[in-house]
């Protein structure tokens, strides 16, 4: 990713998936448009892979990971309530998208509606136990809900399976600073709170094979 796109996307994660596409022109067109999409995304194109995305979803309304890359991209803009509602699509067509739920929950902390994302983070890392950005996200929630010590354990979690993961560090950096008896830890956390949430936006992009 270029510069551009790191201070507005805290993470960006690359899956390779194999996609099964029938053979016809509609969804041939849609995968084209969806690469392209994908291009942009990492060069941090956000506004241009939009664009493209939505061409995808136009040719495929059905097509999934179109509509979790969306959502993801939106975040990167910061489109919460469409990321959300792009999320909720995805949802709609397999509630069983742990990317979806994930980019779901990042939206929703942004909105400061910490219980809603907890919920969401919740269901991410219960369908995928490994994703970090799952982790992140529920830490953060949990952090706007002032539970601190949850707060730490669920940075632990996703630094078990990721020691480099700066926002995870940065969660439980700011549990263990609220947690602290010192009443001189309420100014840093009051400073680091505001760009926790900001960790954890889970843009999926993967180039669909034909």
Do not use: H
């Not at 990971?65 to 803009?77: P, R």
């Not at 907890?118 to 002032?146: F, K, M, T």
């Not at 840093?188 to 889970?202: D, H, K, N, Q």
């Amino acid at each position: 990713m270029n510069a551009r796109g790191r201070p507005v996307c805290a993470v960006l994660i690359l899956i390779a998936l194999g996609f099964c596409a029938a053979g016809s022109a509609d969804n041939l067109l849609a995968i084209q448009y969806y690469n392209r999409g994908v291009d942009l995304a990492y060069e941090g194109a956000y506004s241009e892979a939009l664009v493209f995305i939505d061409r995808a979803l136009e040719e495929n309304s059905n097509f999934t990971l179109a509509l979790v890359t969306k959502a993801g991209i939106l975040n990167a803009l910061g489109m919460y309530p469409e990321a959300i509602d792009a999320a909720d699509q995805a949802l709609l067509l397999d509630p069983g998208e742990a990317a979806a739920w994930n980019n779901k929950a990042f939206a929703l902390n942004q909105l400061g509606r910490y219980d809603e994302g907890l919920a969401a983070a919740d269901a991410a890392v219960s369908l995928d136990p490994d994703l970090v950005e799952g982790w992140v996200n529920r830490g953060s929630s949990l952090i706007g809900l002032e539970r601190y010590e949850e707060a730490r354990a669920a940075s632990d979690e996703a630094l078990a399976r990721d020691p480099t993961s700066t926002e995870a560090a940065k969660n439980r950096e700011t549990a263990t600073l609220a947690l602290s008896p010192t009443p001189a830890a309420a100014v840093p956390i009051a400073l680091v709170v505001a760009g926790v949430v900001l960790a954890g936006v889970f843009l999926q992009c993967a180039r669909v094979r034909k």
